[in-house]
T-cell receptor
Framework: KAGVTQTPRYLIKTRGQQVTLSCSPISGHRSVSWYQQTPGQGLQFLFEYFSETQRNKGNFPGRFSGRQFSNSRSEMNVSTLELGDSALYLC????????????FGPGTRLLVL | KNEVEQSPQNLTAQEGEFITINCSYSVGISALHWLQQHPGGGIVSLFMLSSGKKKHGRLIATINIQEKHSSLHITASHPRDSAVYICAHPGGSQGNLIFGKGTKLSVKP
């Protein structure tokens, strides 16, 4: 079974631009969660999608948004990029029960200049 | 406040040593996760446990629900165990994971 894939793996943007990251979950998984990891704050939850609906949302500004498609693939978008958005963005998939193991993708490393 | 505290923050060991990483949390939880993150960034889920002890190879995870404390042990450590170990639990209003800051382990040959 293929694992969670994320594209692109690396990205360089400038302040004010917007970016879209993609996550393809493990086949059969309906839940996709997004996390931001920075050296200062560690891992922080962004949002979770289940069956094309946002089921849970972390404490991030509205510049961070996401969506999920009918095949469970998910995208997250960050508009008006700031220097502080430089981070590793990870997605994780599961079948959907909060008690389950989540399977993480390799991450997208975003650098904002 | 919903917090997850890990100790130590950094740990250097010699190959073969027994390693213990600790995780304390502040609220009642239903399950606790231990994750491993290698330098490339990828995260692997090691354990999810809600009581007692779990073992997988040289890794052992224990949890004491009453004391709100969990430990991850590595027996006969090896340089390939060098990674960041993170504990987490479902703590948000709808179960999203809340993470500790991680313990960076370096095992020297």
């Amino acid at each position: 079974k293929a694992g969670v894939t994320q594209t692109p793996r690396y990205l360089i943007k400038t302040r004010g631009q917007q970016v879209t990251l993609s996550c393809s979950p493990i086949s059969g998984h309906r839940s996709v969660s997004w996390y931001q990891q920075t050296p200062g704050q560690g891992l922080q939850f962004l949002f979770e999608y289940f069956s094309e609906t946002q089921r849970n949302k972390g404490n991030f500004p509205g510049r961070f948004s996401g969506r999920q498609f009918s095949n469970s693939r998910s995208e997250m978008n960050v508009s008006t990029l700031e220097l502080g958005d430089s981070a590793l963005y990870l997605c994780a998939s599961s079948r959907g029960d909060y008690q389950e193991t989540q399977y993480f993708g390799p991450g997208t490393r975003l650098l904002v200049l | 406040k919903n917090e997850v505290e890990q100790s130590p923050q950094n740990l250097t060991a010699q190959e073969g040593e027994f390693i213990t990483i600790n995780c304390s949390y502040s609220v009642g939880i239903s399950a606790l996760h231990w994750l491993q993150q290698h330098p490339g960034g990828g995260i692997v889920s090691l354990f999810m446990l809600s009581s007692g002890k779990k073992k997988h190879g040289r890794l052992i995870a224990t949890i004491n629900i009453q004391e709100k404390h969990s430990s991850l042990h590595i027996t006969a450590s090896h340089p390939r165990d060098s990674a960041v170990y993170i504990c987490a639990h479902p703590g948000g209003s709808q179960g999203n994971l809340i993470f500790g800051k991680g313990t960076k382990l370096s095992v020297k040959p």
